[in-house]
C-alpha cells in the first residue's frame, strides 16, 4: 500500500523558512519522480516542483523557482522541499505526490501559512 506523509508545515513570517519532509513507502520510491503540489483555500491544486528518480532532474513552477528546492534521499524514501524567502501567496496546504502504476497517491498534506 502506497502512503506519503508529510510533515514540517508551520506559520512563519514573510521573508522566512521552511523545510517540508515527505516519508514514503509501499512503493520503489528511487524508481519514481515525486512531486509536491499545493492547495490554497478555495483555489484548486497548483504544482509547484518535480524531482525525477534518482535526483538529477528537477522542475519548478516560476512562482517558486529560486526560493524553493526539491531533493530526496532515495535510501531513506524521503522527499523534501526547502522553502526560503517566503511569501504570503506561498500559505497552502502542501502535499507530496506519486503516480505509481497510473494511480496518482498523496498524503495528508501539511499547513504552511505565511503571515506576519
Known amino acids: 500500500e502506497v502512503q506519503l506523509v508529510e510533515s514540517g508545515g508551520g506559520l512563519v513570517a514573510p521573508g522566512g523558512s521552511l523545510r517540508l519532509s515527505c516519508a514514503a513507502s509501499?512503493?520503489?520510491?528511487?524508481?519514481?519522480?515525486m512531486s509536491w503540489v499545493r492547495q490554497a483555500p478555495g483555489k484548486g491544486p497548483d504544482w509547484v516542483s518535480t524531482?525525477?528518480?534518482?535526483?538529477?532532474?528537477?522542475l519548478y513552477a516560476d512562482s517558486v523557482k529560486g526560493r524553493f528546492t526539491i531533493s530526496r534521499d532515495d535510501a531513506k524514501n524521503m522527499l523534501y522541499l526547502q522553502m526560503n524567502s517566503l511569501k504570503p501567496e506561498d500559505t497552502a496546504v502542501y502535499y507530496c505526490?506519486?503516480?505509481?502504476?497510473?494511480?496518482?497517491?498523496r498524503g495528508q498534506g501539511t499547513q504552511v501559512t505565511v503571515s506576519s
Open positions: 505526490k506519486v503516480k505509481v502504476h497510473g494511480t496518482d497517491y
Open positions: 509501499g512503493f520503489t520510491f528511487g524508481m519514481y519522480g
Open positions: 524531482v525525477a528518480g534518482g535526483g538529477r532532474t528537477t
